[in-house]
């Protein structure tokens, strides 16, 4: 749907159903014009889940520790009722589905001649970064030379966090903020595409150079960028969380008349980012699907992972979501000596419904897919591989930088949550000292696999899709068919395609100057091995009061 405002024309595709994420409904998601919204009174500026408006409530009106005296009463209809055993509280009025921030959505898609997508055409050019430049984004000396080095080549997984305000100021070195990616170091913007669910059009605009704004579409003139990210475009999930950036190699214009399958790269990954963008069914992105077409990505090292809406059979059900992952670690990875002691992470902000226990899907179908290696592989392995999830506890959120509204971005519900009290045996504590990001709270996804030692990876994921059947699917009809609800996209990670014959990647020692060759190990951006959950640790729970203790900024957390 074509809209026009003060910040231009704007497409707007998503998603409006309402049916939770969990829930049974025979019909997966499907496509409607949404309006972007623009200052709703009752919350932030942009459609997002009831948790972030939780957050966006109690930053406006912080409950202070010492106000807990005259502190309201939960209005009739939010009656609370303790969960024996938990410590919880139970809401015994409707809530909204956790993780409506993701299912069944479309992700929004907005054009302009001046606006940069989560795959975005971005290009890397040096000259012409003007003092006015510098000053606007608070540049300190060396600063553009540093992400300029960065780009050019130090980092060969081009795998990037995103920059937090409020740590120390090492540790955001060799981070990207999203004024970097669109700064004239990059090139002459002419135009560019956005894939997310949350925006904030006013923000977004004012992140690009003012010679770059209200032009209209992300290419440039030397090429094109793809940047597949975790962050919602609004200030907070660029401000103090813990986000994963991958950013492609610059793309040469291919020569007039190619046609075929130039441009290609070993890994499929132009193929796949076609076959993604066409699953929109848009015709906006016609254009783009060409001007992809029209490039050279044969430099790309990563594979795309996606997932797409709908149910799929036959050789389909290999195209998306975890049967996906399972085909590419099939087809390309390499086998694992004593592969059954070699564990499985998985790191994430939010959790869908999956069943009342482990043999409905985390300990079956989906753990299958994330264990498969080597084509020589025939036999599946069962459930005693270990499995790590990493999920931040409710002192990861009150002992973090933002404090409890940052609980506003883990939309975890006690309505799911009470149902499924058995996977919480399997979480493990957010500790990112690596990354001096233990504070800042991760809305990134990664998944991998370590050794039992946790100093090899054998594959890296980071991706959007969190814990949830809806972003990777569900097999239905005895196995025959993949039903998926939701949008997502990831990069994945092979030492293969990295021309690593040994099959793993080695892991930097736990604070970076344990590793002075960083740029020979993969850049796990979290402690490993993780801790798992202490006796007194519980999960964060966006829907729950936490009143009894002071977050960092002497608040309490009351979301109701």
């Known amino acids: ?73 939960p209005a009739p209809g939010k009656q609370r009722t303790s969960q024996e055993g938990s410590g919880w509280c139970l809401s015994s009025s409707d809530e909204e589905p956790e993780d409506q921030e993701k299912h069944a959505h479309k992700e929004t898609l907005k054009e302009e001649k001046c606006d940069a997508p989560k795959e975005h055409s971005l290009n890397l050019h040096k000259d012409g970064l003007s003092e006015k430049w510098k000053e606007e984004y608070n540049e300190t000396p060396g600063e553009g030379q540093d992400t300029w080095d960065l780009l050019n080549g130090g980092n060969p997984f081009r795998f990037f966090l995103t920059k937090v305000t409020g740590i120390e100021q090492s540790y955001n070195s060799g981070a990207l903020h999203i004024k970097d990616i669109l700064s004239p170091l990059f090139g002459t913007l002419v135009s560019s595409a956005q894939f997310n669910y949350c925006f904030d059009v006013g923000w977004l605009v004012r992140q690009y150079p003012q010679e770059f704004r209200k032009m209209m579409l992300l290419l440039y003139e030397e090429g094109l960028r793809v940047v597949i990210h975790t962050s919602n475009l609004i200030a907070e999930d660029w401000h103090q969380k813990t986000q994963g950036i991958w950013l492609s190699p610059l793309y040469p214009r291919l020569p007039q008349g190619t046609t075929g399958s130039a441009g290609e790269s070993e890994t499929n990954f132009k193929s796949d980012l076609i076959s993604y963008l066409t699953a929109y069914n848009s015709p906006t992105l016609k254009e783009w699907i060409d001007l992809i077409q029209e ?172 814990l949830s059947k809806a972003a990777w699917g569900a097999l239905e009809k005895s196995g025959t068919q993949l039903m998926i609800r939701s949008y997502e996209l990831g990069v994945l990670f092979l030492p293969s395609a990295f021309g690593l014959d040994k099959g793993y990647f080695c892991v930097r020692g736990k604070t970076l100057s344990e590793s002075k060759e960083s740029a020979t190990y993969f850049p796990v951006p979290y402690d490993l091995p993780p801790e798992q959950y202490g006796s007194k640790d519980q999960p964060w729970i966006w829907n729950i009061p936490h009143t009894d203790a002071p977050d960092t900024h002497g608040n309490m957390w009351v979301p109701s």
């Open 1 to 73: 749907m074509l809209q026009e405002d003060a910040h231009g024309k704007w497409t707007v595709s998503s998603s409006d159903e309402s049916t939770e994420e969990n829930s049974e409904s025979e019909k997966p998601s499907t496509s409607s014009p949404l309006d972007a919204a623009h200052g709703r009174t009752s919350g932030p500026p942009y459609p997002c889940s009831e948790a972030r408006k939780a957050a966006h409530k109690r930053k406006a009106s912080p409950l202070k520790f010492s106000d807990k005296s005259s502190m309201e009463v």
């Open 295 to 466: 490039h050279d990505l044969s430099e790309t090292r990563v594979y795309l992972l996606g997932s797409t809406p709908g149910r799929y059979q036959g050789s389909d059900k290999e195209k998306w979501g975890h049967l996906r992952l399972r085909k590419l670690l099939k087809d390309h990875a390499s086998s694992i000596p004593a592969r059954e002691s070699w564990p499985v992470v998985g790191q994430f902000s939010s959790i869908g419904s999956l069943g009342v226990d482990g043999s409905k899907w985390l300990c079956s179908e989906f753990q299958e897919s994330l264990v498969a290696a080597g084509s020589s592989v025939t036999t599946p392995l069962k459930c005693d591989v270990p499995i790590h999830l990493v999920y931040p506890t409710v002192d990861n959120v009150r002992q973090s930088l933002e404090g409890y509204p940052a609980g506003g971005s883990l939309p975890y519900s006690i309505q799911t949550a009470q149902k499924q009290l058995w996977l919480h045996s399997y979480f493990h504590k957010w500790a990112a000292s690596i990354s001096g990001r233990s504070h800042a709270i991760p809305h990134i996804k990664t998944y991998m696999r370590p050794s039992p030692d946790f100093q090899k990876i054998a594959w890296f994921l980071v991706t959007s899709a969190n």
